[in-house]
C-alpha cells in the first residue's frame, strides 16, 4: 500500500532519528507513573529539531489567539480546567497544555455550532434516558454559563471566578456540577459535564487542536501517539518506552 | 417531475457490506447492477491522518450527520419520542462501505441455537420458560444451512481464527491464522482455562497475514495500531467492502456505483417494485431509477423506515402483534463486565487491534443449563485489546472524583494498569419493542423519521447480573488487586454508548404471517424487493454480528440470481 511505503521512508527521515535522538539525551524517558516532573521541565520550551531553518530560536504559537472567546471568557475557562486537570508532580496541567485555547477554537466551528446534531424543533423536555433537547448550541450554553459562573462567583465571593482562591473555584465548579446553582436557561450540571469532557479532549487531543501542547497529556499517560505499528511490541511483557509522535509527523517536508 | 433513467436489472440502496457482497456476486453473473449510496466515496488513501482520536471517535467524522436525519426514541408508548440530537447508544454509518468501515472486524457465527432459538428453548425446558410478550421465532434456515455462507463471508474477508470449541461446526479452518497473542490475551486464556472454561481467539477481519482471497484480492497484515473501531484502515489490512467486495464489482465492468443519491422511495405497483426514487444531495434533483429487482441493504433504521415511507409491506401493529414491517426490534446487553486494577503490572494497552482479543462462549447462547435461570441465551465473555486511546480511557477506583487532583493522578496511572473483561449480551425481542414512523419529526427532505420504542426488560437485568458474575470470576483468576464489577443495568439510555449492534424491524422466517423476508432475504409481499442486513435478525444472539450479515449477503446473492433467472417466491 502506498501509504504504508511512505510512512516506512519517513521512518529513515533524519529529523526522526534526530527527534528521537534528542528525547533520549535530554532524560526523557517513559515509565508510567514515575516519570514526574521531567516532562513538566520540558514544558513551554517547543522540541528544537536539527533544522536550520528553525535554529534561530523559539518559534512563535500563532494558534495561541482566540477565535470565540471573550479575554475574560477566556481566562475563567483557563481557570475552570485548571482545576479539572491540574498542574502537579506529574506534570503540567489544563492550563499550560493549551486546553482554553482548544476549546475556543472547538467552538468557533462545527463543535461549537452544533453543525452535525439534531436541532430541529419542536423542543419538548424529556426524560433523561432521552438525551440533550435543548434548543442552545454549545456556544450559546457557555456564553450563559460563563456569565453565570461570575456572576455566581460575584454573589458569594465578591470576585470574578479567575479571581478567586484554587478552593472557591472547586466549590463553584461543585455547585454547577450537583445543580445548586439556579439558572433557568441551561442545565448547570450539563454544562459541567460537557467543560469536564472538553477538558479531557483538550488535554489529549493531537497537538494540532491546540491543546496537549507539546504532546505532553501523551507523554503524562505513556500514550505513544501517532505509530504506524506496534507488530514489534504486542507480544512484549514490558511496557514498551516509546516517544510519541503526533500527526504533523505525517506532513514533515 | 423527477428525471427518469434507463431500467437496470438490479438497484442497491446502500453500499456497505450487505451492498458491497451482493453487487459483487450479481455482478460476476452478468447482471447490471447499480449502488446507489447516500453518503460519499471512501478510499483506503482517506485515513493518511487517521490517528486522530477527536476527529473520528468524539466528532464522528465516518458517521452519519445528525442534522440531515437521526431517529425519535422513547421508553414506552406512554412517553412522547423524541429525536436523538446528539450521538450515543450507537452509531451510524455513512458513505461508501457503511458501517463496514468504521468496524472492529470481529466476525463470529451466530449459534445453530440462535437459528431454532424457539424450538430449542420449548424442546429443552417446555414452552414456559418463555415469558409473555417475548416474541422469539426460529428464523426459518438452520446453521447447517447458513454454514456455507458463512464459509464464503469469511474466505473473502480473510478471517484470522482458530476453532470455537463450542461452536457451530465447520466445513473448513479459517483462511488465516489467529492473531498474536498479547500477555493480557494470554493471562485470559490462562485463566478461563483453570476455571475450565473455552477460550479462543476471536475470530478477526484486521489480518494476521498478508492474503488473497478467492476473487483474487490481496491485503497486508495488520500493524496493531490501535485505531480500528469508527477509524478507517489505512493499510487496507481491515476487511472492509471497499478494499474486497468493491472493487471485484466494478472490476466486471457491470456494476455502477452512484454516490451523493439519498434514496427516498421505493416505486412500486400491484405487488412488484419498479425501481426507487432518489434526491442527488449535490444537487437537489430528483431522480428515478427503474429496476427489476430492488435491494435494500442500508442499515436497520433505514431499511424499516423506507418501506415504511414507501408503504411496503405489511406495517406491524404492537398492540395485536400482527403486521411485519419494524417488528422485533432487538439490542445488546452490553452490561456485565468487570474492570481490574494492578498494582504492580503494566500493559501496552494502546497496542492492538479491533479484533484482538479472546472469547469464550460457555456461557453464550444455550451452552449451559437456564432451568434455574430467569433469563433465556446468554453473551459471549471476552477480552477486547482493541486499543486504549487517552481520551476514552480514563478509568479510576470507585471512590476517586470525576475531576482535579486525585482524578488525575489516578487516571494516568492506572491507563496502563486495567484490563476489562466483558459480556457481549444477547437481546430478546419483546411485542412492544418495535420501530414505526415518527408522526412529528421529519428528515432535512420532509420525511418522516423512524421511532424507536425500547427498554431493557427484566430478562435483561437477570442476564447482566448473571454475565457480570463470569466476568468478576475470571478477573479474580487473572490476578488483579482490585475488582470492580459493573451489574447494574438499569433502564435504557440512550446517551452513553453501549453498541451499534441493532436489529430486527424486517426480519426473516418460514412464514409471511410472522415474517417479512424469507430465508433468502426475498420480502414475502413483493417478491422482486430483497432486504438484508441485521434488520433481517428475529433476534440478537451475544456476538458481533457482522459474521452472520456477511453470510444473509451471501445467500440472498444466491437468491437473487436464482430470481432474476426463473422469478416467483423462491421458498
Known amino acids: 500500500m502506498s501509504i504504508h511505503n511512505e510512512e516506512e521512508s519517513k521512518d529513515q527521515n533524519p529529523s526522526s532519528v534526530t527527534r528521537r535522538k534528542f528525547l533520549k539525551n535530554s532524560g526523557y524517558v517513559v515509565g508510567g507513573a514515575i516519570l514526574g516532573g521531567i516532562v513538566g521541565n520540558l514544558l513551554g520550551r517547543p522540541v528544537q529539531e536539527n533544522n536550520p531553518s528553525q535554529a534561530a530560536g523559539p518559534t512563535t504559537d500563532y494558534n495561541q489567539a482566540l477565535m470565540f472567546f471573550t479575554i475574560e471568557q477566556f481566562r475563567t475557562v483557563e481557570a475552570a480546567t485548571e482545576r479539572i486537570f491540574p498542574a502537579d508532580e506529574i506534570g503540567p496541567g489544563a492550563k499550560d497544555l493549551g486546553v482554553a485555547y482548544f476549546i475556543d477554537h472547538q467552538l468557533s466551528g462545527d463543535w461549537g455550532f452544533n453543525a452535525r446534531d439534531y436541532m430541529q424543533g419542536p423542543f419538548y423536555k424529556g426524560e433523561a434516558v432521552q438525551g440533550y433537547q435543548g434548543r442552545l448550541k454549545r456556544r450559546e450554553i ?56 472538553a477538558t479531557i479532549q483538550g488535554v489529549y487531543a ?29 507480544e512484549d511483557e514490558k511496557l514498551a518506552k516509546i516517544p510519541p509522535k503526533s500527526l504533523k509527523d505525517h506532513v514533515q517536508h | 417531475m423527477a428525471k427518469k433513467l434507463p431500467k437496470v436489472d438490479v438497484v442497491i440502496v446502500g453500499v456497505g457490506w450487505a451492498g458491497g457482497i451482493i453487487a459483487a456476486e450479481l455482478a460476476k453473473q452478468g ?25 473520528y471517535a468524539y466528532r464522528y467524522e465516518l458517521f452519519q450527520d445528525l442534522s440531515k436525519e437521526t431517529v425519535t426514541f422513547r421508553s414506552n408508548e406512554k412517553v412522547r419520542a423524541l429525536p436523538m440530537r446528539q450521538y450515543g447508544s450507537f452509531l451510524l454509518g455513512d458513505g461508501l462501505g457503511g458501517a463496514g468501515v468504521h468496524w472492529n472486524g470481529q466476525t463470529y457465527r451466530f449459534l445453530p441455537y440462535d437459528f431454532q432459538i424457539q424450538s430449542k428453548t420449548v424442546e429443552r425446558y417446555g414452552k414456559n420458560k418463555i415469558p409473555a410478550g417475548m416474541t422469539i421465532q426460529d428464523w426459518g434456515i438452520t446453521y447447517d444451512e447458513m454454514e456455507p455462507y458463512f464459509d464464503a463471508f469469511e474466505k473473502m474477508a480473510g478471517i484470522s481464527g482458530e476453532e470455537n470449541p463450542l461452536g457451530g461446526k465447520r466445513s473448513d479452518k479459517y483462511p488465516t491464522p489467529p492473531m498474536k497473542y498479547s500477555p493480557q490475551m494470554k493471562m485470559f486464556q490462562d485463566a478461563t482455562k483453570k476455571l475450565n472454561l473455552h477460550p ?6 484486521n489480518l494476521s497475514e498478508a492474503y488473497t482471497n478467492p476473487d483474487g484480492i490481496a491485503r497486508t497484515a495488520c500493524q496493531y495500531c490501535g485505531f480500528c473501531e469508527r477509524f478507517g484502515c489505512e493499510y487496507g489490512a481491515k476487511a472492509d467492502p471497499v478494499v474486497t467486495v468493491i472493487p471485484v464489482a466494478n472490476k466486471t465492468g457491470k456494476f455502477q ?22 434526491t442527488d444531495v449535490t444537487t437537489g434533483e ?39 414491517i419494524g417488528k422485533n426490534y432487538a439490542y445488546q446487553v452490553q452490561k456485565g463486565n468487570a474492570l481490574g486494577f494492578y498494582e504492580n503490572m503494566e500493559f501496552n494497552n494502546f497496542a492492538g487491534a479491533g479484533a484482538l ?43 476517586t472524583p470525576t475531576w482535579g487532583k486525585e482524578f488525575k493522578a489516578n487516571s494516568i496511572k492506572y491507563y496502563n494498569r486495567t484490563l476489562s473483561v466483558s459480556g457481549q449480551g444477547a437481546s430478546m425481542p419483546f411485542q412492544h419493542h418495535y420501530l414505526d414512523l415518527d408522526p412529528e419529526y421529519k428528515d432535512v427532505f420532509g420525511d418522516p423519521l423512524i421511532r424507536l420504542t425500547f427498554d431493557f426488560e427484566e430478562q435483561d437485568r437477570q442476564l447482566a447480573a448473571f454475565l457480570a458474575e463470569r466476568c468478576g470470576e475470571i478477573m479474580k483468576e487473572m490476578g488483579a488487586d482490585l475488582i470492580q464489577v459493573a451489574k447494574d443495568l438499569g433502564p435504557y439510555d440512550i446517551v452513553p454508548y453501549q453498541s451499534t449492534h441493532n436489529t430486527g424491524g424486517v426480519i426473516m422466517g418460514a412464514s409471511p404471517d410472522s415474517s417479512a423476508i424469507n430465508n433468502y432475504g426475498q420480502l414475502w409481499d413483493a417478491e422482486n424487493v430483497f432486504v438484508v442486513g441485521a434488520s433481517s435478525f428475529p433476534h440478537n444472539s451475544g456476538y458481533n454480528p457482522t459474521g452472520t450479515v456477511g453470510a444473509l449477503s451471501y445467500r440472498t446473492a444466491e437468491g437473487i440470481i436464482k430470481y432474476s433467472k426463473n422469478g416467483g417466491i423462491l421458498v
Open chain 2, 257 to 278: 456505483i452512484r454516490t451523493h443519491s439519498y434514496v427516498r422511495r421505493i416505486l412500486h405497483t400491484g405487488n412488484k417494485a419498479t425501481g426507487v426514487l432518489y
Open chain 1, 206 to 234: 493531537d497537538p494540532l487542536y491546540g491543546g496537549n501542547r507539546n504532546m505532553d497529556g501523551w507523554k503524562m499517560k505513556n500514550f505513544p501517539g501517532n505509530q504506524m505499528a506496534y507488530t514489534d511490541i504486542i
Open chain 2, 200 to 205: 479462543y481467539a476471536t475470530p478477526s477481519a
Open chain 2, 286 to 324: 430528483e431522480i428515478e431509477q427503474p429496476a427489476d429487482i430492488v435491494v435494500l441493504t442500508s442499515y436497520v433504521f433505514n431499511n424499516v423506515r423506507l418501506l415504511l415511507n414507501s408503504k411496503l409491506g405489511r406495517p406491524y401493529d404492537p398492540k395485536t402483534g400482527t403486521g411485519v
Open chain 2, 31 to 55: 447482471l447490471q447492477v447499480v449502488g446507489l449510496e447516500r453518503g460519499k466515496e471512501r478510499k483506503t488513501e482517506d485515513y493518511f491522518m487517521v490517528h486522530d482520536e477527536l476527529r
Open chain 1, 142 to 197: 457557555f456564553d450563559i454559563a460563563l456569565q453565570e459562573m461570575n456572576n455566581y462567583s460575584r454573589s458569594k465571593y465578591q470576585k470574578r471566578f479567575y479571581e478567586l482562591t484554587g478552593e472557591q473555584q472547586d466549590e463553584v465548579l461543585t455547585a454547577f456540577q450537583n445543580d445548586e446553582v439556579k439558572i433557568t436557561t441551561i442545565s448547570p450540571s450539563g454544562f459541567f459535564n460537557t467543560l469536564r469532557t
Open chain 2, 357 to 399: 482479543g479472546v472469547t469464550i462462549d460457555d456461557y453464550n447462547g444455550d451452552n449451559f443449563d437456564h432451568a434455574n435461570l430467569n433469563f433465556i441465551h446468554g453473551g459471549g465473555i471476552r477480552i477486547s485489546q482493541t486499543g486504549k486511546r487517552p481520551i476514552a480511557s480514563n478509568s479510576v477506583p470507585k471512590g
